[in-house]
């Protein structure tokens, strides 16, 4: 597969910067907003509130399958289905990017599932312990989002997220009203991701009204082969997420994926002040049908709570690092 596309960068976290992550975050801001999103790895002295017993949780994969929505273009839109089938997804085999892709271009015949299930509210994280241990749960508190009070980080709940088997697809969206959010792969295969940053988002819809004007980007609706990406000049990332890695996404980015294998991950919304200085706040929420999480709530937040002297206050309080908070020592010695 020939591609422009180049993977998103790659960051490194220690185990006191993942105790305020959001603040992490707002220093690679420039990077993350350049390419819709950055990819980190926790450095071994990183303590995670995980549970330790293995994961039961049962869910049962949603009724959806994806199917071209023109025979001759390998964009697939998401259709509701009466049964999964089993005997397909069973058989799959997911070997590279490119087998991957030219099978789902190839199974026009086979009911091919998303074989994905999601689960809001639900958080393999335990709430209430010690600060030095990240937990999922506390990145809207630590976010803008703090403006709105308890009210507002109350609706903000970790969202579990199942790849059944190899091959399962998570179609693409965005956080709710453009939000930026955090996904965590806590085990099993990697997971292939695919992420358009905000500013291409209209060359990507005028591309997908060409086929179907009542398509929408945002909410798991659509699955698009990377190839029509780069045949009509869409800038894209990719990034491998493995076990134990975080994927940051910016405002307003729009992300899909495939996994290799059956897995769990996790994700959560969160503000930064560009949510709301850069418009991506103010953007009117149509009403969609297409909504892919059951509890979806769709009522927007009210923009009017972000005042621009509380946002400079919550920066100064919480974002900016004083001086003598950096290591200036391994500053110089890491940049240069
Ligand atoms: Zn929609």
Known sequence: MSSVSIDIPTL??????????????????KLLKEFGAIKVQPNIDCKLALKKRPKTLTLNPIMKKIVKINENVNIYSSQTINHINESTQKHLMVTNEYSFWSSLSASNKEQRDLNISLSSNTSFFIEKTSSVYFDLHRIPYQSLLKLGGKKLTNQFVPCVKRAHGPGAIFPLISARQRLFSIDYHHEGGDHHWYIIPSDQREALQNLVDQQNPSLCLDHGQLFIDPSILDKNYIRYHRIIQHANEFIVLSAGALAQSYT?????????????????????????????????????????????????????????????????DEPPVFIGLLFF
């Not at 418009?279 to 297409?290: E, F, K, L, S, V």
């Open 260 to 324: 290799e294998d059956i897995s769990w991950s996790e994700s959560i919304s969160f503000a930064l002040p560009s949510w709301i200085e850069e418009g991506h706040a103010d953007i009117p929420i149509i009403p969609c049908r297409y909504h892919i999480e059951q509890n979806c709530s769709v009522d927007s937040i009210d923009v009017a709570l972000f005042r621009q002297e509380l946002i400079q206050k919550y920066v100064t309080s919480y974002l900016k690092t004083a001086p003598n």
């Open 12 to 29: 490194q976290i220690n185990g006191n910067d993942l105790q305020n992550f959001v603040r992490f975050i707002y220093k690679h801001e």
